[in-house]
T-cell receptor, first 114, second 116 residues
Framework: GAGVSQSPSNKVTEKGKDVELRCDPI?????LYWYRQSLGQGLEFLIY????????KSGLPSDRFSAERTGGSVSTLTIQRTQQEDSAVYLC????????????FGPGTRLLVL | AQSVTQLGSHVSVSEGALVLLRCNYS??????LFWYVQYPNQGLQLLLK??????LVKGINGFEAEFKKSETSFHLTKPSAHMSDAAEYFC??????????????FGRGTSLIVHP
């Protein structure tokens, strides 16, 4: 079946511009996670959605970052007024409600802020 | 609080040799532990996971890992390396009592290089 998909696969933007990154989770997966992978670093948790519950935003690095999930499916991560340090790979993952410890990752969006 | 330390940012082996990637964790509760593999320009793929059942866990592609509580370790091994094993490997820990979120903490990764 289809896995987690993310778009765009690559994004180049200028400092100060806003960007939107999209994640389509696996159908039926109610949990959705966003992570950031910076060069030479591990994965940094950003935000977690579970069904209709309030999202866990504890990993968002600043108020320039926000995310939403519409209809319990597609999620959009928005970065406002991008900075060069926002350059990274942004990964999305989803999991089943009964197996939330097992996450399935998308291919990521590579963001470069010039 | 939980943390993961992966010893060695790069590990180089010859094709056919033993692969050993080291992971030590810190957790205040019995953890869940994971190894993921990431090929270039791809997302992470789960290799194997430990969720408090058997301490020796077998995963895909011939990899296995052993949970050693006394050593707080979860090292990844494979008896014989293949060229296709060259990738980045991440160890991760999560707290099963985290209210159901299972948000993992990842190590910084180990790049496995396989020489012919």
């Amino acid at each position: 079946g289809a896995g987690v998909s993310q778009s765009p696969s690559n994004k180049v933007t200028e400092k100060g511009k806003d960007v939107e990154l999209r994640c389509d989770p696996i159908s039926g997966h109610t949990a959705l996670y966003w992570y950031r992978q910076s060069l030479g670093q591990g994965l940094e948790f950003l935000i977690y959605f579970q069904g209709n519950s309030a999202p866990d935003k504890s990993g968002l690095p600043s108020d320039r970052f926000s995310a939403e999930r519409t209809g319990g499916s597609v999620s959009t991560l928005t970065i406002q007024r991008t900075q060069q340090e926002d350059s990274a790979v942004y990964l999305c993952a989803s999991s089943l409600i009964g197996q939330r410890e097992t996450q399935y990752f998308g291919p990521g969006t590579r963001l470069l802020v010039l | 609080a939980q943390s993961v330390t992966q010893l060695g940012s790069h590990v180089s082996v010859s094709e056919g040799a033993l692969v050993l990637l080291r992971c030590n964790y810190s957790s205040s509760v019995p953890p869940y532990l994971f190894w993921y593999v990431q090929y270039p320009n791809q997302g992470l793929q789960l290799l194997l996971k430990y969720t408090s059942a058997a301490t020796l866990v077998k995963g895909i592609n011939g990899f296995e890992a052993e949970f050693k509580k006394s050593e707080t370790s979860f090292h990844l091994t494979k008896p014989s390396a293949h060229m296709s094993d060259a990738a980045e490997y991440f160890c991760a820990v999560s707290d099963p009592a985290s209210g159901g979120s299972y948000i993992p903490t990842f190590g910084r990764g180990t790049s496995l290089i396989v020489h012919p």
